[in-house]
């Protein structure tokens, strides 16, 4: 939320329960669920795109960020990459735009048909209407990421440019094909039920031709 957001300062110094560990350089947010997840800590006398930093470690008091983690432990978070998020922001945060990236999330039903992040149109269906699959899987719980690479039955398709979320729930419902694969420009979202694998790449249970004959998506992007 953003009153939650204000409290976390870009380049205030970030320490670890047994000393200094870095500087906050960016913050990532849920664009649905309106939410800070994770602060890009920058790690001291290191250059680079920083490590992430789950919300529930840090508090923050005067100038300064506090983590509920050790050095060690904080050195083995997960390095922030900049293909797995959307640079900035849509809506109204107490950050600039630089200083942001935020999920490749998408919502359905959350506004006028072919919105960017608060929405979705699939093919001429309009977004009130209520494509959710039966095979809901937790945000938290599947590991697609953006960039990842989409595998048909028969062959590599393209890569994944984001996450279809059911904002009632915030669980994920279809894996979006980011443009570039076979056919040129059209974009289609992959119900996640359709999805048997998600180890070094997401594999599908559907062909090429029947990925294909999925309706179209119109997304009006951040990047």
Same mark, same amino acid.
């Given at each position: 939320?953003?009153s939650?957001?204000?409290?976390?300062?870009?380049?205030?110094?970030v320490?670890?329960?047994?000393?200094?560990? /870095?500087?906050?350089?960016r913050?990532?947010?849920d664009p649905?669920?309106?939410?800070?997840t @994770?602060?890009?800590?920058? &790690?001291? #006398?290191?250059?680079?795109?920083? @490590?992430?930093?789950?919300?529930?470690? &840090?508090?923050?008091?005067?100038?300064e960020?506090?983590?509920?983690?050790t050095?060690?432990?904080?050195?083995?978070?997960?390095?922030?990459?900049?293909?797995?998020?959307?640079?900035?922001?849509?809506? #109204?945060?107490?950050?600039g735009?630089?200083?942001?990236?935020?999920?490749?999330?998408?919502g359905?039903?959350?506004g006028?048909?072919? +919105?960017?992040? /608060?929405?979705?149109?699939?093919?001429?269906?309009a977004?009130?209407?209520q +494509?959710?699959?039966?095979? %809901?899987v937790? &945000?938290?719980e599947?590991?697609? @990421?953006?960039?990842?690479?989409?595998?048909?039955?028969?062959?590599?398709?393209?890569?994944?440019?984001?996450?279809v979320?059911?904002?009632?729930?915030?669980h994920?419902? #279809?894996?979006?094909l %980011?443009?570039g694969?076979?056919w040129?420009?059209?974009?289609?979202?992959?119900?996640?039920? &359709?999805?048997?694998?998600?180890?070094?790449?997401?594999k599908?249970?559907l062909t090429?031709?029947?990925?294909?004959?999925l309706?179209p998506? %119109?997304?009006?992007?951040q990047?």
């Amino acid at each position: 939320m953003v009153s939650e957001a204000a409290q976390f300062t870009i380049g205030n110094d970030v320490s670890c329960t047994d000393g200094a560990c /870095g500087r906050l350089d960016r913050v990532v947010v849920d664009p649905v669920a309106r939410t800070l997840t @994770h602060l890009v800590v920058e &790690a001291k #006398h290191r250059q680079g795109k920083g @490590h992430l930093v789950p919300i529930a470690l &840090a508090t923050c008091s005067d100038a300064e960020i506090q983590l509920s983690c050790t050095i060690a432990q904080f050195d083995n978070f997960e390095r922030a990459e900049e293909t797995r998020f959307l640079p900035g922001a849509r809506g #109204h945060w107490s950050y600039g735009q630089d200083q942001m990236i935020s999920h490749a999330y998408y919502g359905l039903g959350m506004g006028g048909g072919g +919105l960017g992040m /608060g929405g979705i149109g699939l093919g001429g269906i309009a977004a009130g209407s209520q +494509l959710i699959t039966s095979d %809901n899987v937790p &945000a938290g719980e599947v590991e697609v @990421h953006r960039s990842d690479p989409v595998y048909a039955k028969d062959g590599p398709i393209g890569k994944v440019q984001g996450l279809v979320i059911d904002p009632s729930n915030h669980h994920v419902t #279809h894996v979006l094909l %980011n443009e570039g694969h076979l056919w040129g420009k059209k974009r289609v979202a992959i119900p996640i039920g &359709a999805v048997t694998r998600v180890d070094d790449g997401v594999k599908l249970n559907l062909t090429k031709d029947e990925v294909r004959d999925l309706p179209p998506v %119109n997304l009006a992007d951040q990047e």
